[in-house]
């Protein structure tokens, strides 16, 4: 019991963690494109 809820709860950081790389990157590229050469 005590295992299975700390997998529950090592899964939701890792998807809380990945959603936030996300969010970081999606704000990166939108920042960092006008910048970027044109091809």
């Known amino acids: 019991m005590?295992?299975?809820r700390q997998?529950?709860?090592h899964s939701a950081d890792r998807?809380?963690?990945w959603h936030c790389?996300?969010?970081v990157e999606a704000?990166?590229?939108q920042a960092t494109t006008?910048?970027?050469p044109r091809h």
Do not use: E
Request: glycine letters at 12%.
């Open 21 to 23: 790389w996300r969010m």
């Open 34 to 36: 006008p910048f970027l």
């Open 2 to 4: 005590t295992a299975r």
């Open 15 to 17: 998807l809380k963690s």
């Open 7 to 9: 997998d529950g709860a």
């Open 27 to 29: 704000g990166w590229s």
